[in-house]
């Protein structure tokens, strides 16, 4: 069963705390991305990544850390450096096309991070 | 900047009623344009990607064209069932980026 999976579903987190969220893909996609979606809000990329060992920040970089060593893999870290993370976090991937471009994009079923 | 813009936030109709979802988009030099689906507290299901040199694509009862001239994409829904219920997004990917701008969404009830 080909997708995108997110791990934990929920996770709460006090305050001073890093956590990680996962999310695997097999896909075999070689972009992945990091979104987060606040109430009544649309998506805000985060980070995203094109290739293993490469990644670039997305609108809203502060606060969170990422890696991508392995295709399949891009976990998110939520830092205490990110005073409001209460929010609701997808995962994406896609697969290049031609140049610089990616066809369509594909979602995992997301995590909801809860501050204590 | 690619701004991406649905109007309206929310929209009820009864059931059978065929509807349309607008998004605009301000940078007509778009790759490619996708609509979603999103059911409360889950992720998004793609439903329909129209590339840039495409005008419409058709998928069971939903049908989305694409006016890049103007702007503008439609995301027509025919005889609209409860199960229809969820919000929509859209998403434009802009030409020479790896980005996707999304827009706020619709949230349709039936």
């Known amino acids: 069963d080909g997708g995108i999976t997110q791990s934990p579903k929920y996770l709460f987190r006090k305050e001073g705390q890093n956590v990680t969220l996962s999310c695997e893909q097999n896909?075999?996609?070689?972009?992945m991305y990091w979104y987060r979606q606040d109430p009544g809000q649309g998506l805000r990329l985060i980070y995203y990544?094109?290739?293993?060992?490469?990644?670039q920040k997305g609108d809203i970089a502060e606060g969170y850390s990422v890696s991508r060593e392995k295709k399949e893999s891009f976990p998110l870290t939520v830092t205490s450096a990110q005073k409001n993370p209460t929010a609701f976090y997808l995962c994406?991937?896609?697969?290049?096309?031609?140049?610089?471009?990616?066809?369509?994009?594909?979602f995992g079923p997301g995590t909801r991070l809860t501050v204590l | 900047k690619q701004e991406v813009t649905q109007i309206p936030a929310a929209l009820s109709v009864p059931e059978g009623e065929n509807l349309v979802l607008n998004c605009s988009f301000t940078d007509s030099a778009i790759y490619n344009l996708q609509w979603f689906r999103q059911d409360p507290g889950k992720g998004l299901t793609s439903l329909l990607l129209i590339q840039s040199s495409q005008r419409e694509q058709t998928s069971g009862r939903l049908n989305a064209s694409l006016d890049k001239s103007s702007g503008r994409s439609t995301l027509y829904i025919a005889a609209s069932q409860p199960g229809d219920s969820a919000t929509y997004l859209c998403a434009v990917s802009t030409s020479g980026t790896y980005k996707y701008i999304f827009g706020t969404g619709t949230r349709l009830k039936v």
């Open positions: 896909l075999n996609h070689d972009a």
């Open positions: 994406a991937s896609a697969d290049r096309i031609e140049g610089s471009s990616y066809n369509e994009q594909f």
């Open positions: 990544s094109q290739i293993v060992n490469d990644f």
